[in-house]
């Protein structure tokens, strides 16, 4: 076997690598990057990585967004409001004269009322029905009152207007509420509502 010269093979492979390039490839140097630039560039990336998502965190923490493992307390029991459960009333349709000058209008009215259950614990349930049959007749007519009370010191126009009937839905409301203990009124629906001039 032959030695080969360790130069020579040099040479050859450099002949051999720019014989193989273009024109423009040899006319462009390349440019060496030195490794302290290279881990100069590594560093403020990474230095501005670390600054993004520290800003980042601090302004969740700031905002409410995020709260610190160590700021939480154990959460208390909830207690979950429920909606009063309601049953409707309705009430027979009444013909109410109104406060207007002359006194020829009227309005024919029906109302049903929802009104909250009580919060009473379990009964009977015998003893619930004849409670509430002794009962109906009274708050029934007590409500009948109270909503004629309102009706009646109403006029047509005030009846006609474009908020008319909330208001009055909310007048009935609070009236019956007050003269009507066992009554708690959520809401005022009208079945029928007819204003004659």
Partial sequence: MARINAGYLANGIARAFLTGMSE????????KVGMGSLLITVMAASLAAVAITGGGFFYMMRSGKMVAAAQTKPAAPVEEHKPAKTHPVALDPMLVNLADAGGHAYLKIAVTLLVQDPETK???????????KEKDAGPAASARDAILTVVTAK?????LASEGKEQLKHAIAANVTKRVPEFKVSEVLFTDFLVQR
């Fill in 122 to 132: 379990e009964k009977p349930k015998e003893e619930a029905e004849a409670k509430g």
């Fill in 155 to 159: 006029t047509s126009e005030q009846l």
């Fill in 24 to 31: 423009t490839d040899k006319q462009t140097p390349t440019a």
